[in-house]
């Protein structure tokens, strides 16, 4: 996932004036793609983390990514 949430401490929203979004803006729904990017480290489980409980983490973890590389297959 990316958020812009200050609270989280990121900024991995892909910005609307940069060349990636207007690559995967041509995209269809369920395309197939391949990508490439980071994702942010957390001090206790090494990946960031964004559930808000325990069941959530453990059940649908959404882990918080950076894009940097984005292509159809």
């Known amino acids: 996932m990316t ?5 989280f401490g990121s ?10 979004y207007e690559t995967i803006s041509k995209f269809s729904k369920d395309q197939a793609v391949t990508f490439s ?3 942010y480290a ?5 990946i960031k983390e964004m559930s808000l409980g325990e069941y959530g983490s453990m059940t649908r973890p ?5 894009f940097s590389y984005v292509s159809a297959k």
């Open 3 to 7: 958020s812009n949430n200050e609270l």
């Open 11 to 20: 900024e991995s929203l892909i910005s609307k004036t940069s060349p990636l």
């Open 37 to 39: 990017g980071v994702f």
């Open 42 to 46: 957390a001090d206790k489980d090494v």
């Open 62 to 66: 959404e882990f918080l990514f950076k």
